[in-house]
């Protein structure tokens, strides 16, 4: 089609992910033209498999929907009142999952492809971009990712004279729901939980008497694993670690991690309760394929199908995908970046989404978003307007841009690691902001715990919006 014309010149993203394809569209929808550069389909990554933009790799869940207390749906519901794409597609592609947004892959993938390919201010080359973008490229924004491509890796080192840090990512395999036992296994969601598009019976559940739980752990343990010596020394990133390297950290670990059985009533046996509990959860619309929850893992193929077949229902399992393990690379953004998410020795260089430090899909969509904002307002002659650290956006760019502990054994040595959206980054509320509700014979603990989320919540909602509407 083509493309409208524009008298500002067009702002440069690398990288065609989530967060890359979240700041052209915001670039776009600002008025000011956008040259998106994406290297799939002209070269690979070792976890994609598609050239669709927008891919997901690891799971096809955005987590909790919820926006009055939990702070990854405050974040949905920020990128919804700034018209995110991302969340627009998210939302249109939806399969139930409880009281998470989860996704059809393959349907939000084209989504944000089509919106992205049809906008008339966006223009898609694909290339490998091998170096920094040139001095004409005034205002750029890199939104690589975790995958980026190692001459691209190799001259973000040579322009920061630092090094990259970099985890382990693993992912979690995908089974044909048709060859799950559902006389062994029931459909429920965690505490009967209803959300988006859901019943309440969103995810398959397996259950393990305590003599198969501690087989299975045996097994994950010894299962021949992948070996990975050229990365030695680079840590995991606690959010996403392989299933058998929690197991190693205590045969308990799991069943109080993704195989916990609380808020879980085995249908066919009610009366007894589950020692451990493996849950799957819908991957794709049609309902055909199921993601094991939390088992993103570092087994090796074959070890892959004997292990996770000795999970009762799934003994006749047929894997869409195996799990697998590639290497993240994320910049140290508190030393590099300013508030705005520029580079700070070359300015009109902003970086967005995972390669910043930030972790999970949503998160670098956001990251993604606010960057784009930012090269949009700067290239129409405004300063950027940063979102308060009462928001969502505002808590997690602060954390990406400064917000971190500095080492007392190390001065001026900060402790920077990848990190979800969370309450924990949020300034305290206002002394008194709490009060005891009417008629309530008790405020505290989980009720005092689940007002205070209440609270943050609201004020961040309002203050997002009052936000939007100063923002250019």
């Given at each position: 089609?083509?493309?409208?014309t524009?008298?500002?010149?067009?702002i440069?993203v690398?990288?065609?992910?989530?967060?890359?394809?979240e700041?052209?569209?915001?670039?776009?929808?600002?008025?000011?033209?956008?040259?998106?550069?994406?290297?799939?389909?002209?070269?690979?990554?070792?976890?994609?498999?598609?050239?669709?933009?927008?891919?997901?790799?690891?799971?096809?869940?955005f987590?909790?929907?919820?926006?009055?207390?939990?702070?990854?749906?405050?974040?949905?519901?920020?990128?919804?009142l700034?018209?995110?794409?991302?969340?627009?597609?998210?939302?249109?592609?939806?399969?139930?999952?409880?009281?998470?947004?989860?996704?059809?892959?393959?349907?939000?993938?084209?989504?944000?492809?089509?919106?992205?390919?049809?906008?008339?201010?966006i223009?898609?080359?694909?290339?490998e971009?091998?170096?920094?973008?040139?001095?004409?490229?005034?205002?750029?924004?890199?939104?690589?990712?975790?995958?980026?491509?190692?001459?691209?890796?190799?001259?973000?080192?040579?322009?920061?004279?630092?090094?990259?840090?970099?985890?382990?990512?693993?992912?979690?395999?995908?089974v044909?729901?048709?060859?799950?036992?559902?006389?062994?296994?029931?459909?429920?969601?965690?505490?009967?939980?209803?959300?988006?598009?859901?019943?309440?019976?969103?995810?398959?559940?397996?259950?393990?008497?305590?003599?198969?739980?501690?087989?299975?752990?045996d097994?994950?343990i010894?299962?021949?694993?992948?070996?990975?010596?050229?990365?030695?020394?680079?840590?995991?990133?606690?959010?996403?670690?392989?299933?058998?390297?929690?197991?190693?950290?205590?045969?308990?670990?799991l069943?109080?991690?993704?195989?916990?059985?609380?808020?879980?009533?085995?249908?066919?046996?009610?009366?007894?309760?589950?020692?451990?509990?493996?849950?799957?959860?819908?991957?794709?619309?049609?309902?055909?394929?199921?993601?094991?929850v939390?088992?993103?893992t570092?087994?090796?193929?074959?070890?892959?199908?004997?292990?996770?077949r000795?999970?009762?229902?799934?003994?006749?399992?047929?894997?869409?995908?195996?799990?697998?393990?590639?290497?993240?690379?994320?910049?140290?953004s508190?030393?590099?970046?300013?508030?705005?998410l520029?580079?700070?020795?070359?300015?009109?260089?902003?970086?967005?989404?995972?390669?910043?430090?930030?972790?999970?899909?949503?998160?670098?969509?956001?990251?993604?978003?606010?960057?784009?904002?930012?090269?949009?307002?700067?290239?129409k002659?405004?300063?950027?307007?940063?979102?308060?650290v009462?928001?969502?956006?505002?808590a997690?760019?602060?954390?990406?841009?400064?917000?971190?502990?500095?080492s007392?054994?190390?001065?001026?040595?900060?402790?920077?690691?990848?990190m979800?959206?969370?309450?924990?980054l949020?300034?305290?509320?206002?002394?008194g902001?709490?009060?005891?509700?009417?008629?309530?014979?008790?405020?505290?603990?989980?009720?005092?715990?689940?007002?205070?989320?209440?609270?943050?919540?609201?004020?961040?909602?309002?203050?997002?919006?009052?936000?939007?509407?100063?923002?250019?």
């Amino acid at each position: 089609m083509n493309k409208t014309t524009s008298s500002h010149s067009p702002i440069h993203v690398i990288g065609g992910g989530l967060a890359g394809s979240e700041a052209a569209w915001q670039i776009a929808e600002a008025g000011v033209p956008v040259i998106l550069h994406e290297m799939r389909g002209v070269r690979g990554t070792d976890a994609h498999k598609t050239e669709s933009l927008a891919e997901l790799v690891c799971s096809n869940s955005f987590r909790s929907d919820d926006a009055t207390s939990n702070a990854v749906g405050v974040l949905h519901a920020e990128m919804r009142l700034a018209g995110s794409l991302i969340m627009r597609c998210a939302d249109l592609n939806q399969v139930p999952a409880g009281g998470a947004l989860a996704v059809d892959r393959e349907g939000f993938a084209e989504a944000v492809s089509a919106a992205i390919a049809n906008h008339p201010l966006i223009t898609v080359l694909r290339e490998e971009i091998r170096g920094l973008p040139p001095k004409d490229w005034d205002l750029a924004i890199i939104a690589t990712g975790p995958l980026t491509a190692p001459d691209l890796a190799e001259a973000i080192r040579a322009e920061t004279g630092a090094d990259a840090l970099a985890f382990f990512d693993a992912i979690a395999p995908i089974v044909h729901a048709d060859t799950i036992d559902m006389d062994i296994c029931w459909h429920q969601s965690r505490y009967d939980k209803v959300g988006p598009g859901g019943t309440g019976k969103d995810y398959i559940n397996c259950p393990l008497t305590q003599e198969r739980y501690d087989a299975f752990v045996d097994a994950l343990i010894a299962g021949d694993k992948a070996g990975f010596k050229e990365w030695e020394g680079t840590p995991y990133f606690d959010g996403c670690l392989p299933i058998e390297v929690m197991a190693e950290r205590g045969r308990e670990t799991l069943r109080h991690g993704p195989m916990k059985p609380m808020g879980l009533t085995n249908a066919h046996n009610p009366s007894v309760k589950p020692y451990a509990v493996v849950q799957l959860r819908q991957d794709n619309a049609l309902g055909t394929l199921y993601n094991m929850v939390g088992f993103q893992t570092k087994l090796k193929y074959g070890a892959q199908g004997e292990v996770f077949r000795m999970i009762p229902g799934l003994q006749n399992a047929e894997f869409a995908r195996l799990g697998g393990l590639h290497r993240n690379t994320y910049i140290n953004s508190p030393t590099l970046l300013d508030h705005s998410l520029m580079l700070k020795s070359r300015p009109g260089l902003r970086f967005a989404g995972q390669i910043t430090g930030c972790e999970g899909y949503v998160e670098s969509a956001s990251i993604g978003l606010l960057a784009g904002r930012f090269a949009a307002a700067e290239r129409k002659g405004a300063s950027p307007v940063l979102p308060p650290v009462t928001t969502a956006f505002g808590a997690l760019l602060n954390h990406i841009t400064g917000g971190h502990i500095v080492s007392d054994d190390e001065p001026g040595k900060r402790s920077f690691q990848p990190m979800n959206v969370n309450f924990g980054l949020f300034p305290p509320l206002d002394p008194g902001a709490l009060t005891r509700p009417e008629g309530a014979k008790r405020f505290r603990g989980k009720e005092k715990a689940l007002a205070k989320k209440q609270a943050m919540a609201s004020r961040a909602l309002s203050d997002c919006a009052s936000w939007l509407d100063k923002a250019v």
